[in-house]
């Protein structure tokens, strides 16, 4: 049974930072773009960050770029968001998601596999 483990959420104050971690089980990813995506009450879920295969290409939303970094470590077949510099509207569920492609993917009908999600709380 394929399973992706999100943790690392929790309560911060604006300014702060949190590293969320995606631990896949159940098969490999080593060859699988991945994603972040999150969804604030009462809003569509939307596209957070994703990475490639192998780690050298990412992207991200204009929202989140230069202060998030996504990042993978495929020997132990998990995901990371690092995320600093947090503000109140980033408080969101958070999901990690992978493709059966091996490139980048920002729309949520290109993913395959979906973890249950974490919760992440920024406080102003």
């Known amino acids: 049974q394929v399973q992706l483990v999100e943790s690392g959420g929790g309560l911060v104050q604006a300014g702060g930072s949190l590293r969320l971690s995606c631990a896949a089980s159940?098969?490999?990813?080593?060859?699988?773009?991945m994603g972040w995506f999150r969804q604030a009450p009462g809003k569509e879920c939307e596209f957070v960050a994703t990475?490639?295969?192998?780690?050298?290409?990412?992207r991200y939303a204009d929202s989140v770029k230069g202060r998030f970094t996504i990042s993978r470590d495929n020997a132990k077949n998990t995901l990371y968001l690092q995320m600093n510099t947090l503000k109140p509207e980033d408080t969101a569920i958070y999901y990690c998601?992978?493709?059966?492609?091996?490139?980048?993917?920002?729309?949520?009908?290109?993913?395959?596999?979906w973890g249950q999600g974490t919760q992440v709380t920024v406080s102003s």
């Open positions: 998601a992978a493709s059966l492609s091996p490139g980048m993917r920002s729309t949520l009908s290109s993913y395959d596999y």
């Open positions: 159940g098969r490999t990813f080593t060859n699988s773009g």
């Open positions: 990475i490639n295969w192998s780690g050298e290409a990412t």
